[in-house]
């Protein structure tokens, strides 16, 4: 049966290092995850040839002149995803290093967060205890056994 007690816990610093090595880490693999899926959606959007529906329309309601190209070429796009996703990665990575260094200085001020954990350890259920058999005395293994009436007795220099 487990027994439940409530703990409370009190953050009162974050270490700004550790926060920039997670949140650096982090930002940089959503970075990737992102700019692969702007290319997958570019090809996708390419291939059903929208951008140049979207050119033809413009055109034809005169905001576009004739041969022009708003959406300029894949090389562009992937340069302008894979720079915006650096220069993002970089800003949540200083902003999270930030917020922890702003968490630790406002801390110092009010004490920090307070929260209560349920700590719950588990005990083990009582139940038969394993006791091992005995193997059945001999004739000559109950005489060594001492007993209350036949105590042993050691003899010192033998």
Not at 42 to 71: C, H, N, R, Y
Not at 91 to 104: E, S
């Amino acid at each position: 049966m487990p027994t439940v007690r409530r703990v409370r816990r009190i953050i009162r610093r974050i270490d700004p290092w550790t926060v920039f090595k997670v949140s650096s880490i982090f930002s940089f693999v959503t970075a990737l995850a992102v700019v692969l899926g702007l290319v997958m959606f570019w090809s996708i959007i390419q291939a059903a040839e929208i951008p140049d529906k979207i050119t033809d329309i413009l055109v034809k309601i005169t905001l576009l002149e004739e041969g022009a190209d708003p959406f300029g070429s894949d090389e562009y796009f992937l340069r302008l995803a894979v720079f915006g996703s650096i220069v993002g990665a970089v800003l949540a990575t200083g902003f999270a290093t930030l917020g922890a260094i702003m968490y630790n200085l406002i801390a110092d001020v009010v004490g920090g967060i307070e929260f209560v954990v349920l700590e719950e350890t588990l005990q083990p259920a009582p139940g038969p205890r394993f006791v091992a058999p005995v193997p059945p005395m001999t004739q000559s293994a109950a005489t060594d056994v001492p007993t209350e009436e036949h105590p042993v007795s050691v003899r010192v220099g033998e």
